[in-house]
């Protein structure tokens, strides 16, 4: 079982549609980071938590330390926001998810 | 601010050949980690370098080293290619004791 799972793997959804993807993880960590990769390989990092919400622009990320879990949601999706989204748990090194697959059609 | 730079951007190499990518990282950090991510995977950590040394190492084998320059740019070198070899690698910088990591577009490397 990988530390760090995401769900759902691959997402499609049309123009405007509210977008959760969902991140968990089994280990002790000081951070969470969502990441978007878009083709090409070139990584930017959307947020850093470790506690409670932060929002910038349409994205808002969350976290649960109790629960361990953490989510990343899209308000009003736009096909610019086609990529791959990252979590990654901040432990004494980062330890990756496998990755969301976003597409989002007009 | 250049922001992280990798080089090559593309590689091919083929079995058994040696490789080694380069790393400039972000102006005013001085940490470097690197992770190799496999098509459709998430990155996996290789290493990290702080102060010229080796300061934390993912489960990678002796075939994948580093070094890092007084200038805080790192080289990660890999030697006896394997096909399995072919990915992604990033690198990514980050000031000591920050949390935040800053990644490069990566060097995407074939093994044929």
């Known amino acids: 079982k990988n530390e760090v799972e995401q769900s759902p793997q691959n997402l499609t959804a049309q123009e405007g549609e509210f977008i959760t993807i969902n991140c968990s993880y089994s280990?002790?960590?000081?951070?969470l980071h969502w990441l978007q990769q878009h083709p090409g390989g070139g990584i930017v990092s959307l947020f850093m938590?470790?506690?409670g919400k932060k929002k910038h622009g349409r994205l808002i990320a969350t976290i649960n330390i109790q629960e361990k879990h953490s989510s990343l949601h899209i308000t009003a999706s736009h096909p610019r926001d086609s990529a791959v989204y990252i979590c990654?748990?901040?432990?004494?090194?980062?330890?990756f998810g496998t990755g969301t697959r976003l597409q989002v059609f007009p | 601010d250049a922001g992280v730079t990798q080089s090559p951007t593309h590689l091919i190499k083929t079995r058994g050949q040696q490789v080694t990518l380069r790393c400039s990282p972000k102006?005013?950090?001085?940490?470097v980690s690197w992770y190799q991510q496999a098509l459709g995977q998430g990155p996996q950590f290789i290493f990290q370098?702080?102060?010229?040394?080796?300061?934390q190492r993912g489960n990678f084998p002796d075939r994948f080293s580093g070094h890092q320059f007084p200038n805080y740019s790192s080289e990660l070198n890999v030697n006896a290619l394997l096909l399995g070899d072919s990915a992604l690698y990033l690198c990514?910088?980050?000031?000591?004791?920050?949390?935040?990591?800053?990644f490069g577009p990566g060097t995407r490397l074939l093994v044929l």
């Open positions: 990654a748990a901040l432990t004494d090194k980062l330890i």
């Open positions: 990514a910088s980050s000031s000591a004791g920050a949390e935040t990591q800053y």
């Open positions: 280990v002790g960590i000081s951070a």
């Open positions: 370098y702080y102060e010229e040394e080796e300061r």
């Open positions: 102006s005013g950090h001085d940490t």
């Open positions: 938590l470790s506690s």
